[in-house]
């Protein structure tokens, strides 16, 4: 049985920039324990890219020494997107890729994410072993070992001709205008040349990053101002991406928005009509809308669910042989196309089946009938689970007993955030609503009592 993990958790290492293990102390020691485990005392290469929040320079700068001090050589990328650094991390044979992004969060927080030689995230056994190096004390190799660093200065136009070259050669974007709000994230300098190249008419959002805007008020996260700019400029559809890029939420030409199921299932359905959709599945989450199983029954095609989480999403993915799963957060993963969630591909497979059904988004959007979903969140005191406590339990029996065979409830930890998520579905909102806040209300006073 794998020993618990000190510091991974189920998305990498995230937490507020200045409370460990998110300080320069720690990102320096990190780099030598990964540079160690990585190089297995040899060498080797690893790239590092990072988001666009302030602190990513001074968690590169310290990365960095600590892989040099462990003698790997660092190729910096700069601000690039998540999965163009896993990407990057295959063509340019690395060891390893890091990611220094807190996807979505503010910029006050950051966090680590590491991706194997071949695109994926690392086994639970490499994150374990790069654990155990922090057990030992930190040793530099001898000057004539110690790893050189690199920067790579046409990383974005590399991932731009790869994120091109996942829809159909000879495919074009002509006489759509498309409002691209990159969220003043790591996309902001990648993804509108994407779809200008394509021939679409860009209009661009957040691409105005200064360290501290990161997903305020925009990007996929925040898609008010980007339905309103849709609306303004009659556009096509809209396009919003997170502060690193992996995820993607859309807006069609009535202002309204597109979600990650919506999304998912105009995918899968572009797919099966190719014949390229294996065994007819699709992988989604515990918080996948039923109105996304539904839809894609009636075209036979099944919806398997794991935990939240795109690691889960991946793993069953893989054992299943499945090629697409995704989540109703915009993250979407096409294992036919990349080895990782990528917001940008995501969004061009969605313009794909635009074409392939000749259909408008919201047209094709409208296939699903979504099932109202509540989703609160409680913030607690961090190592406290509360989930369990009967008083917490009984109240989502409860809740579970009243919507019966009509609804669902989820209570689960965040994997990135010290909060308590409820989810709760059901065919009636104002019972939804309701049942949600009791469920809130009850976990509140149980923390209160800690």
């Known amino acids: 049985m794998l020993k618990k993990r000190r510091y991974f958790g189920t998305d990498g290492i995230r937490g507020e920039v200045g409370k460990p293990p998110i300080t320069a102390e720690f990102m320096l020691k990190l780099g030598w324990a990964a540079g160690r485990v990585f190089s297995k005392g040899g060498g080797g290469k690893v790239i590092i890219g990072k988001d666009t929040r302030i602190s990513g320079y001074m968690f590169e700068s310290a990365l960095e020494a600590g892989l040099s001090a462990a003698g790997v050589d660092v190729r910096l990328l700069g601000p690039m997107p998540t999965p163009a650094i896993a990407y990057l991390t295959q063509t340019l044979h690395a060891q390893a890729g890091i990611v220094i992004s807190a996807s979505h969060n503010r910029f006050t927080d950051n966090g680590i994410k590491f991706f194997a030689h071949d695109g994926t995230k690392l086994s639970d056994r490499t994150e374990l072993a790069i654990?155990?190096?922090?057990?030992?004390?930190?040793?530099?190799?001898?000057?004539?070992?110690?790893g050189k660093a690199e920067r790579v200065e046409d990383a974005p136009g590399r991932y731009i001709e790869f994120c091109k070259s996942t829809i159909p050669f000879g495919m074009h974007l002509w006489g759509l205008k498309i409002v691209v709000d990159c969220g003043h994230g790591a996309t902001y300098h990648v993804a509108p040349n994407v779809f200008k190249e394509l021939g679409a008419d860009v209009i661009e959002m957040g691409v105005e990053p200064n360290g501290l805007n990161i997903n305020d008020n925009c990007g996929a996260t925040s898609t008010q101002a980007l339905q309103e700019m849709v609306l303004k400029n009659k556009a096509t559809l809209g396009v919003a991406f997170d502060g690193d890029g992996d995820r993607v939420i859309m807006v069609d030409h009535r202002g309204e928005r597109v979600d990650g199921d919506e999304l998912l299932y105009i995918i899968a359905r572009s797919r099966q009509e190719k014949g390229r959709l294996p065994g007819n599945m699709v992988v989604g989450t515990v918080m996948s809308n039923l109105g996304l199983e539904q839809a894609l029954a009636s075209h036979g095609i099944c919806l398997t669910r794991t935990q939240v989480g795109d690691r889960y999403v991946l793993e069953s993915m893989n054992k299943g042989g499945w090629a697409l799963g995704g989540e109703a957060s915009g993250h979407i993963i096409c294992l036919d196309r990349v080895s990782t969630g990528d917001g940008i591909v995501s969004a061009l497979q969605v313009l794909s089946a635009l074409k392939l059904f000749d259909r408008s988004l919201h047209d094709l959007k409208e296939d699903i009938t979504k099932y109202p979903q509540v989703l609160k969140n409680v913030r607690m005191p961090g190592g406290i689970d509360v989930t369990a406590l009967p008083k917490v339990q009984e109240s989502v029996q409860a809740a579970k007993s009243e919507l019966a065979d009509t609804g669902r409830v989820s209570l689960r930890l965040s994997g990135t955030e010290p909060l308590v998520r409820i989810m709760v579905?059901?065919?009636?909102?104002?019972?939804?609503?309701?049942?949600a806040n009791e469920i809130a209300k009850t976990v509140q006073a149980a923390l209160d009592k800690v």
């Not at 155990?132 to 004539?144: G, K, L, R, W, Y």
């Not at 909102?429 to 049942?435: A, F, G, N, T, Y």
């Open 131 to 146: 654990e155990a190096e922090f057990d030992n004390p930190m040793q530099t190799v001898i000057s004539h070992r110690l």
């Open 425 to 435: 579905e059901g065919r009636e909102e104002e019972q939804v609503q309701r049942l």
